[in-house]
């Protein structure tokens, strides 16, 4: 396999200047850096991972932590790990996924053993026993989610109150005066992941500055759940029902109901859920949707931990970054009166 030495033979230059021109820690000159990347193209050559990490002592790897958990909705999940990793790519970092649900230990563990040079942190709960080793930990941690107490922290997501409010000024804007909202699984719920409880405060402001009545109702992937939430919800209605369905478990079963109690999404009822555009244009009734934006949250996590480690800052950082999100109507919600 060709070497740095190689690269620099074929460049003309000393095998310093290659060495500066792969990490960028000196200037050089436009026709130099020419030069050492064609010399790198026609070599084909690789930079030894192992070699680097010891001379730089960086390991250009970022622990990503998740704790695998039964309810979680893996579709979703992924969107974030895909985009995650790609966007590492870019920087020049690879990931390390950490699946294991080892808590705070799984935290030393990665960083002691110096397999990452950071870690991102997801499904944060608000009282997460993770924390307190993410704040005294010597290398930079993002979190992707808001724990009750932020402080000390770096922490990104989605603007889920900004969510939960533009659902029910939607849906109030389209005639609805009464708002059924299908929770989250009564797991996630009970675990009191911060994104649940800020939905939650969004639906609840906007309806008291609206004057309309939203209603929360048990969800989760169980039939009869969802079915006796949905006759809870229409028993309760004056005029023309609306649901809200944040959790992407929910969809297909609340769709079911409707259609086995005569209510057409759209004509009878309107529904918003969460999905991505492409599963939501191909539902038999395209699916108004709440765009979260998880791409776009995973690509600020990992430039804002990139920042930190280009910067070799230690911690601990603070800092809070909100998301804004987006909901997009489709055939699944009546329109507003026109002149509304």
């Not at 705070?104 to 608000?126: F, K, N, P, T, Y």
């Not at 930990?137 to 603007?159: E, F, K, Q, T």
């Not at 048990?218 to 029902?241: C, E, K, Q």
């Not at 699916?287 to 930190?308: F, H």
Request: net charge negative.
């Amino acid at each position: 396999m060709p070497t740095s030495k190689d690269v620099a033979e074929a460049a003309g230059v000393a095998q310093s200047t290659v060495s500066y021109v792969l990490s960028g820690k000196r200037p050089i000159s436009e026709k130099t850096r020419k030069k050492v990347e064609a010399a790198i193209e026609q070599l084909t050559y690789q930079p030894n991972a192992g070699a680097r990490a010891l001379a730089s002592r960086k390991t250009r790897v970022i622990g990503l932590v998740i704790p695998f958990i039964p309810e979680l909705h893996m579709a979703s999940i992924m969107e974030f790990v895909s985009v995650i990793a790609s966007t590492a790519r870019q920087f020049d970092h690879d990931i390390l996924l950490v699946t294991e649900d080892e808590g705070a230990s799984g935290l030393r563990r990665v960083v002691g053993q110096q397999i990452c040079d950071g870690l991102i942190l997801m499904q944060v709960e608000g009282e997460d026993e993770r924390l307190p080793v993410a704040r005294a930990l010597n290398v930079p941690v993002v979190l992707i989610g808001i724990p009750r107490d932020p402080s000390g922290l770096v922490c990104i997501d989605a603007d889920f109150e900004m969510a939960g409010e533009q659902c029910v000024r939607d849906l109030a804007a389209a005639g609805h005066s009464v708002i059924s909202v299908i929770d989250w699984q009564p797991e996630v719920v009970d675990r009191h992941v911060n994104y649940v409880e800020r939905f939650m405060r969004g639906t609840d402001s906007a309806a008291r500055t609206l004057g309309v009545t939203v209603q929360h109702l048990p969800g989760g992937a169980d039939r009869d759940t969802i079915s006796a939430s949905v006759d809870r919800a229409l028993a309760r209605t004056t005029g023309v029902p609306a649901f809200i369905a944040p959790d992407g478990t929910v969809q297909d079963i609340l769709r079911r109901t409707l259609a086995s109690r005569g209510l057409t999404p759209g004509v009878d009822v309107s529904v918003i859920g969460s999905a991505s555009p492409t599963l939501a244009e191909l539902q038999p009734i395209p699916l108004s949707t709440i765009d979260l934006r998880p791409a776009e949250v995973s690509r600020r996590a990992v430039k804002i931990i990139c920042q930190l480690l280009e910067a070799d800052s230690q911690g601990p950082h603070e800092s809070l970054e909100l998301v804004p999100t987006v909901i997009t109507l489709r055939s699944s919600t009546l329109r507003p009166p026109r002149g509304a």
